[in-house]
């Protein structure tokens, strides 16, 4: 139930967005939960309403911090 | 953004198995670690995970599946709702089969009841305005991640004037479960955080994990976000050094979402709440602030919630606190299995007993 789907927003009318799921898909969804969201943002949705900014940078990070961990010296 | 893939990447996934077996060994003793959230417990069953994981890292499924800690009196509360006259009932899908005396909401719709399933509060609303002549109902269940689309949506109703929109609130909350598991529960070295509550919460109200001993790290749901938050958990707790971390940066910010909570706050207050199998824990639910008391549908069909006791034999509740495992239930996979199931547990695609039962992981922990 706490599914939520990654997606890019591609147009904003009002507090209403619609967001890019990729391959074709695209759907509605609120934006009263991130109201300063802008057009190019990825976005999580759940239950039809964006809850949380996708952080590009941030998920770069984490993927480089696995890339470079080195086995431990156990 | 990475690819949608880059978190599944197999390489990526070896080489943080091999630090999960390397810290195990360094702990040098077994280890338990609680996923919270039923969204990891399906994500952890469907990717074999736990193949990956030592023998002595035990993982245990927690209270975070909000089908499964429904109370039943609450699905008979909405059967009762859905066979009113002239309402509409919307839920989630996994609301549908829910056992309860005298059938499900599914068998309800069977009998004639208008009862529809949505993925979202707002597709209810929509209904709402092009039906003025039904009153729709929506059976609201969820943990902090759903509220705030309830929330959200009680405000447009109330904006637009929506007058046969309401909610029957079945809402709970995640910080006082996981302090209720702290308090009664087996034992636990670290707990895998829910990504997407915490999204909404923050860190914050965690603290009491650490708190207590315990180490804590909130999760994202591809198996390397899972494998990365298991490897920091032991890293914690070979430092012994227990803490809250944050695996799932690219989604979660220490501060949560704080417009989210405001909208909750704004139309909610907590309250006493029943968690299946638990029982009820102090201001573990949401009730509707006065002001907005006229979106309850509980109040405006005046709907009591009956008490029911958990069906004979079914050891949900004992599940759902990482007491016992799903096998060791006596009715798990033989009198209650996906298709004719006795508990919530295996009802929802998201309960413990449903996801192992499907992924076929058998035994007293889950290898």
Not at chain 2, 17 to 40: D, P
Not at chain 2, 331 to 336: E, I, K, N, R, T
Request: hydrophobic fraction near 40%; proline fraction near 8%; include cysteine.
């Amino acid at each position: 139930m706490c599914l939520a789907v990654p997606g890019k927003i591609s147009a904003i009318d009002g507090r209403s967005a619609t967001i890019d799921y990729g391959g074709g898909l695209t759907r509605p969804a609120a934006l009263d939960l991130i109201p300063d969201a802008r057009v190019g943002e990825y976005v999580l949705v759940h239950a039809g309403y964006a809850i949380s900014r996708l952080d590009d940078e941030e998920a770069e990070e984490t993927l480089k911090l696995i890339r470079e961990m080195g086995h431990p010296d156990a | 953004m990475p690819e949608p893939g880059a978190f599944r990447d197999p390489e990526l996934a070896r080489k943080l198995a091999a630090r999960i077996r390397a810290l195990a060994e360094k702990l040098g003793r077994s280890v338990a670690l609680m996923e919270v959230c039923g969204t990891h417990t399906v994500a952890i069953a469907r990717s074999g995970l736990e193949g990956l994981m030592p023998g002595s890292l035990r993982l245990v499924s927690g209270p975070g599946c909000p089908v499964c800690v429904t109370p039943q009196g609450e699905i008979e509360r909405a059967m009762a709702a859905a066979r009113l006259a002239d309402v509409t009932l919307a839920t989630f899908g996994d609301m549908l089969r829910v056992p309860a005396r005298g059938g499900s909401l599914e068998s309800a719709r069977s009998a004639g009841a208008d009862v529809r399933m949505a993925y979202s509060p707002r597709e209810a609303l929509d209904v709402a305005r092009a039906e003025p002549n039904r009153q729709v109902v929506f059976v609201g269940v969820g943990f902090e991640t759903t509220i705030p689309a309830f929330a959200a949506t009680v405000l447009e109703a109330r904006e637009a004037g929506v007058g046969n929109f309401s909610v029957l609130p079945g809402f709970r909350l995640v910080p006082p479960a996981l302090q209720a598991v702290l308090a009664s529960g087996p034992a636990i070295d670290g707990f895998i955080l829910p990504g997407h509550v915490s999204a909404i919460l923050g860190t914050e109200p965690y603290a009491i994990i650490p708190d207590s001993g315990r180490a804590a790290v909130v999760a994202g749901f591809e198996p390397l976000d899972l494998m990365l938050a298991a490897e920091m958990l032991l890293a914690q707790l070979a430092e012994g050094l227990p803490r809250v971390e944050i695996g799932y940066r690219r989604a979660v910010r220490p501060e949560g979402n704080p417009e989210a909570r405001r909208l909750i706050e704004r139309v909610f207050e907590p309250a006493d709440a029943g968690w299946r199998g638990i029982g009820v824990l102090p201001k573990s639910g949401l009730a509707f602030r006065e002001e907005f008391r006229e979106f309850d549908a509980a109040r405006r069909f005046g709907l009591a919630t009956p008490e029911v006791a958990d069906p004979e034999g079914c050891r949900c509740g004992e599940v759902l606190t990482g007491r016992v495992a799903p096998k060791e239930c006596p009715l798990f996979g033989d009198v209650c299995t996906p298709e004719d199931p006795v508990g919530p547990c295996m009802v929802s695609s998201e309960g413990c007993c449903a996801a192992r039962y499907r992924y076929g992981v058998e035994g007293t922990s889950r290898r």
